[in-house]
């Protein structure tokens, strides 16, 4: 089981996984009413090291990036939910729109999105790639979506 940890405490743990050589895998999101779409692209983001941190959008920043209706779950709930996912070791909230000053305090080996960003536009790529480190993209499961499971909650019903 995962861990939710401050910032201060990652950061302490980094460097003792950079003395041992551990592979860092980052990712981040909003992770609003987790599915089958997060568990398989958090699993395939683990398999490329041997640490897995998530990046977690507060609530505000969840708001601002996806309308005032959102987040359907908090964010304390929100990283618990991931923290006890086994795939993922530890989480850390950031309350920014993009995990920019994360990436760049972290500094992790490989940088993960999905496979609906360019690499050439994954914010933090800079950082990640002068430090030695990759990116990577995943591909989502096809119709697997936090979007299109509120859209069938909110729709009226097909009798």
């Not at 950079?18 to 980052?26: A, E, Q, S």
């Not at 490329?48 to 920043?61: F, P, R, Y």
């Not at 999905?114 to 933090?124: E, L, M, P, T």
Request: charged share 25%.
């Amino acid at each position: 089981m995962g861990e939710v940890v401050s910032l201060p405490r990652l950061l302490r743990l980094r460097a003792q996984w950079k003395f041992f050589g551990r592979t860092v895998v980052f990712t981040n999101g909003c992770f609003d009413i987790l599915h089958r779409g997060h568990i398989d692209y958090l699993a395939k983001a683990k398999a490329l090291g041997n640490i897995l941190i998530v990046g977690l959008n507060d609530d505000q920043s969840v708001a601002r990036l996806k309308g005032p209706q959102r987040p359907i779950v908090n964010e304390e709930d929100r990283a618990n939910v991931l923290a006890a996912l086994s795939s993922v070791d530890y989480v850390v909230m950031f309350s920014e729109d993009t995990p920019y000053e994360l990436i760049k305090a972290i500094v992790p080996d490989v940088l993960v999105k999905g496979a609906d960003w360019s690499v050439d536009k994954v914010v933090g790529k800079d950082i990640v790639e002068s430090a030695g480190g990759s990116v990577r993209t995943i591909e989502f499961l096809p119709n697997h979506s936090t979007s299109r499971i509120i859209e069938k909650i909110t729709s009226p019903s097909r009798h």
